[in-house]
């Protein structure tokens, strides 16, 4: 499966072809304009293509397809039979194609290929199977009206759904939105983040592949401001399912109030707390998932655990535990199955990252890492990143940074532990570790979190929801819930 070597990868990254069009209507297209963008590979900087950058008149195009294949029926008003058979043979496409996929995301935002090849494609593959296999198994209602009515409750297809994802996980993400929308029966138009186009593209031209009508997934790569916001305000786009930052998540709020009042569905920013009581009989269990939580796919994670809350009688064991799972997690080349931590996406990101680094040096203890580093002389990587005496004031404990820095602050009791946890515009996720059922659950109550996980991390699987409290977003993806987003109810009266 993903068991090639260093040099397997770097011989198929050789060869691999880079999809650059939009996909509009079941075609690869060049933009209207004529215009691209250049993805890069963090890792190197190198280009890896020139991509088409659409603009309002290629969104009009998709939109415009999309709706058309909407009104056609050829997919809204399919069988859900046929429709489950349809998604279930993408999810296979996707793992006949796994390597490929994982390549093209580890190149393009800078990821462990390893990772991309067990996790990533592999959870995209899953998560389209458990919504075919979904679909055909939900049943509508008859409401309890009486005799002489027969009230009918079903649930719709909305129509044109629009997709905005972000570089992090982009396969997944545009999963995420796609795979419950278009089993529902809707159409898409998907915006990949500008640093990570392709893993969209391939996933558009193999859906069309497992037998989807041409126009019910377009993909729309471009500029947030120009594509992104095209589909926000577009007049014939009915619902908007976003995943990004809370600040564009604001906009996408904005862009609906001013144009057709769109549905819009928000999964956005996290600052994750991570709360270790003293009574958690494994310590080292602990240190291996807080190390985990922060340091996975270079702590580009919307629900990493970021703060690391732990009472003080177990603190300086738990940093020191830290440390040195720091110390074996440092980037190297993504291609290398060896390399514990990729690059971060871009340039601009790693300076932002180290901005936060800096302010932090300058408030708190640093305990490890600290610095940009590069790989083989190039790319953008940053070292993983602890900070101990860290003041639930300052900066690096109160903003998404979204890199490898984890922020750790001491508390004394249960009482101190959540008010620090839920002092935060976000409220994405949290974790704790205690023996105690009764504290799991006293505290689990208590967290503002759209997940609490206990004694383990950012716990998630397709079978629950995901999602925010707070400045963390609404609306849920994944699970049967993430349905609801995607339809609307409709009542049918009859009288007899
Ligand atoms: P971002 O800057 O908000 O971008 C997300 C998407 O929005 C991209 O496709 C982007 O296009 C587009 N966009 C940017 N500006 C726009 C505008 N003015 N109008 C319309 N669209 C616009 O976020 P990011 O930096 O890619 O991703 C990191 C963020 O995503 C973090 O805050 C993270 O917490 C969040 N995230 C949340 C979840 C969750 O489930 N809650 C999951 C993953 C990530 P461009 O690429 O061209 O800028
Ligand atoms: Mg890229």
């Avoid at 397809?65 to 009104?71: D, H, L, N, P, T």
Wanted: proline share 4%; hydrophobic share 45%; charged share 20%.
């Amino acid at each position: 499966m993903s068991e090639l070597s260093h040099k397997g990868w770097i011989d198929k990254a050789a060869a691999i072809r880079f999809r650059d069009k939009a996909f509009i209507d079941g075609k690869f297209v060049a933009a209207r304009s004529g215009r691209t963008f250049a993805s890069i590979n963090p890792a190197t900087g190198e280009s890896l293509a020139e991509v088409a950058s659409c603009g309002e008149e290629d969104v009009d195009r998709a939109v415009a397809s999309a709706r058309r294949a909407f009104v056609s029926g050829s997919w809204s008003r399919s069988t859900p039979a046929h429709r489950k058979e349809v998604l279930l043979r993408l999810a296979q496409l996707l793992r006949e194609n796994l390597q490929e996929l994982a390549l093209l995301e580890s190149l393009d935002m800078g990821k462990l290929v390893a990772d991309a090849a067990t996790i990533d494609v592999p959870g995209s593959a899953g998560i389209f199977q458990w919504y075919a296999e979904a679909i055909d198994k939900l049943y509508d209602e008859v409401a309890p009206t009486g005799s002489g009515d027969l009230v009918l409750v079903r649930r719709e297809p909305l129509g044109v759904v629009g997709a905005v994802v972000p570089w992090n996980f982009p396969l997944d993400m545009a999963t995420w939105k796609c795979a419950p929308a278009l089993a529902a029966g809707n159409s898409v138009v998907l915006k990949p983040a500008e640093q990570s186009p392709f893993s969209a593209l391939r996933l558009a031209e193999l859906a069309m592949e497992a037998g989807l009508p041409a126009g019910v997934l377009n993909v729309v790569p471009g500029l947030g401001e120009t594509a992104g916001q095209a589909l926000g305000r577009h007049m014939d786009v009915d619902c908007l399912a976003f995943t990004g930052s809370t600040a564009v998540g604001k906009m996408f709020l904005q862009y609906s109030g001013q144009s057709n009042m769109k549905q819009v569905w928000l999964e956005t920013g996290g600052k994750s707390p991570n709360l270790v009581f003293a009574d958690c009989g494994n310590l080292d269990a602990a240190a291996d998932m807080a190390a985990f939580g922060i340091f996975f796919n270079q702590g580009e994670v919307c629900s990493a655990n970021s703060r690391l809350l732990v009472q003080r009688s177990v603190k300086d064991a738990m940093v020191e535990k830290l440390a040195a799972r720091a110390a074996a997690t440092q980037p190297g080349d993504p291609l290398d199955p060896a390399s514990k931590m990729g690059a971060l996406v871009d340039a601009r990101h790693a300076a932002n990252v180290m901005r936060f680094v800096e302010a932090g040096k300058k408030t708190a203890r640093l305990v490890t890492g600290g610095d940009q580093v590069t790989v083989n002389g190039r790319g953008s990587f940053v070292q993983p990143t602890i900070f101990d005496n860290v003041s639930p004031q300052d900066t690096i404990a109160r903003e998404e940074i979204f890199g490898p820095v984890l922020s750790v602050i001491a508390f004394d009791d249960e009482d101190e532990a959540l008010r620090i946890a839920n002092d935060s515009v976000y409220g994405l996720a949290a974790s704790l570790w205690t023996d105690s059922l009764s504290r799991a659950h006293r505290i689990a109550e208590r967290l503002h979190a759209g997940t609490v996980s206990v004694n383990t991390v950012d716990a998630l699987s397709p079978m629950t929801p995901f999602g925010g409290f707070k400045q963390s977003g609404f609306g849920r993806d994944l699970s049967l819930h993430a349905l609801d987003k995607y339809t609307a109810l409709k009542t049918t009266w009859i009288k007899y």
